[in-house]
């Protein structure tokens, strides 16, 4: 007799165990019927409004319908909200967006010489030297999304490679 290598084994037993059994019945009737329900009875029906029919040629009918006031408009409370948004919104200073940090430290100097390298560098792209005390920052661009911000920071990142994308607030006009 010769003996099965244990990985053979192994696989063998797998294969049985993956195999159908054309024997095996379900229990119960549970898999077989499908769940069905009429709703009809709860579904809101249309009112019918009575039109006005004007015969014109022997062909063509023209119906004219009257005209009939929506019993849910929400029109008066929809405008409503929306005014106290746009309110909030007017009063809104900043919003969230992101700049790229091209230099972050003590040194005024070498922010500002890293600010006029980047813009000889990189004209198309503002940027601006902050100070929050005690540190110095060279920014460059304002961006309301990331993706926006990614485009012009591979091209920074190759003439200044401690840049980094960071959220800030933008300034709105």
Known sequence: MKMLNFPAFLLYI????????????????????????????????????KSDTVVGQKDNQVKQTTYVEPKYAINQQLDLILDSISSINRMQKYIDGFTIQVYAGSKREEALNIKRQLSTSLPDIDSEVQYVQPNFRVKAGKYLQRLDAQKDYMSVKKHFPSAIVIPDKIAVN
């Not at 054309?22 to 579904?43: C, F, H, I, M, P």
């Open 14 to 49: 797998f294969m049985i165990s993956c195999a159908s059994h054309q024997g095996a019945t379900t229990s119960g009737n549970a898999a077989s019927t499908k769940y069905s329900e009429d709703l009809s009875v709860v579904r809101p029906k249309p009112e019918v409004v």
